[in-house]
């Protein structure tokens, strides 16, 4: 009985082993032949027409959205400011994403201050944007790391 165990453990250490070495071998043949060129989050989002796209639709959800579009009606008052609004956020989106847009806007602090905007109401702006995320079949690594994004900046829009 003992040296049976011991065979098979000898027979399941060799397979294991040279299941490994094989593995190994064929990742040195095919690293070669593969090239993986990994997109910008901005070119996920569809370059600046795509991140133009969900700008749009994420301010027309803020807009809706009972909890925060007190913060979003004065914008609209003056069609002007509010064009120059959405082309900021667009640009800081193109710029924080990869898409190499100059971003000429106030920083997170600035542009929030005097607004006191709580922790609720900037949950409730993220859900906003991974809704327009979702609804436009990003992927979730992309839809993962904008979402980083976004709160690696939440100490810089509550409570300005």
Known sequence: MKTTNYLLLFV???TLL?????????LTETQDEVTVVEKTIYEKLGGAEGISGAVDQIV???????????????????????????????????AGT???????????????KGLNISEADFLSGIDDILFVLDAN???????????????SMKDAVIKQ
């Not at 040279?18 to 064929?26: F, H, L, Y």
């Not at 079949?137 to 709160?151: C, F, I, Q």
């Open 12 to 14: 399941f250490a060799i």
């Open 18 to 26: 040279s299941c490994k070495t094989e593995v190994k071998k064929e």
């Open 60 to 94: 027309a959800r803020h807009l809706e959205n009972e909890d925060i579009k007190h913060y979003f009606l004065p914008l609209t008052e003056n069609s002007e400011y509010f064009e120059q609004f959405k082309q900021h956020v667009k640009d800081f989106l193109g």
């Open 98 to 112: 990869g898409g190499g847009t100059e971003y000429t806007g106030r920083d997170m602090t600035g542009a929030h």
């Open 137 to 151: 079949k990003v992927d979730r690594v992309s839809r993962n790391e904008l979402l980083a994004t976004l709160y």
